[in-house]
């Protein structure tokens, strides 16, 4: 029910745009998250139905998170990108408005690699 897609390698600072289109159901709250290896999954930024945000500190000012409600659709323009935000990046959905949100739909992850 969330398509990801957008994914790649890149240099260090250069940018990309993930995008990740919901089907079947709306949500309320829509997220990206990270996972890199070894690591634990982490959030990148969420988004509101309302369009309010959160960043996680390592992305603030680099990172935008943004919706498109008649797509159903959610988005995240990376950049200034570093070797650190090298990870698979997933999104996810809370079809209910939930605090804080339960990502209960999840897409299938997609693989930014950032070359120094």
């Known amino acids: 029910q969330l398509q990801a897609s957008g994914g790649g390698l890149v240099q260090a600072g250069g940018s990309l745009t993930l995008s990740c289109a919901a089907s079947g159901r709306t949500f309320s709250t829509l997220a990206w998250f990270r996972q890199a290896p070894g690591k634990q999954r982490e959030l990148v930024a969420d988004i509101t139905r309302g369009s309010s945000t959160n960043y996680a500190d390592s992305v603030k000012y680099r990172f935008t998170i943004s919706r498109d409600g008649a797509k159903n659709s959610v988005y995240l323009q990376m950049n200034n990108l570093k070797p650190e935000d090298t990870a698979v990046y997933y999104c996810?959905?809370?079809?209910?408005?939930?605090?804080?949100?339960?990502?209960?739909?999840w897409g299938q992850g997609t693989q930014i690699t950032v070359s120094s």
């Open positions: 996810a959905g809370d079809p209910l408005s939930r605090r804080p949100p339960s990502y209960v739909y």
